[in-house]
């Protein structure tokens, strides 16, 4: 089984790249379990409802021209278009492309200490459905 280390993942903002400004990204969604027992029933049973996404990411601070700051913090309060790959390049099978509108929930931007990397850690909620492309 072939196993995947990112060295090189894809991450556009709105029409910005700034993957080579950001160490960490996490996309996740997570279910609401609506239960559906009856009468008569001898054991508790359940559906899946309404999905809950959202994307996570660390970025490296950056306030020059067309950079992070710039790019994200105009933002705040709307949603933006998100697109993420495990890599860069074409799109394919073994390089889906992740699709989705995250609401611009929060942002730090100035966050370290003495000696250490700028950077600003998000987790943004989705609004809708995450569209997959493998082409």
Not at 90 to 104: G, I, K
Request: glycine residues 6%; contains cysteine; aromatic residues 8%.
């Amino acid at each position: 089984m072939a196993r995947i280390v990112l060295t090189n993942c894809y991450v556009l903002f709105g029409s910005t790249d700034l993957s080579d400004h950001i160490s960490s990204v996490s996309l996740s969604s997570t279910y609401d379990i609506v239960e559906t027992t009856a009468f008569g029933s001898t054991a508790k049973t359940r559906v899946a409802g309404l999905t809950d996404n959202s994307v996570s990411l660390e970025f490296h601070q950056d306030y020059a021209t067309s950079s992070v700051e710039q790019t994200i913090y105009p933002t705040l309060g709307t949603a933006v278009t998100i697109a993420v790959k495990p890599a860069s390049g074409t799109t394919t099978t073994l390089n889906p492309q992740y699709s989705f509108s995250a609401v611009v929930s929060e942002w730090t931007p100035l966050n370290g200490a003495v000696g250490e990397l700028a950077s600003a850690s998000v987790s943004w909620p989705i609004s809708g459905a995450i569209t997959k492309t493998t082409s």
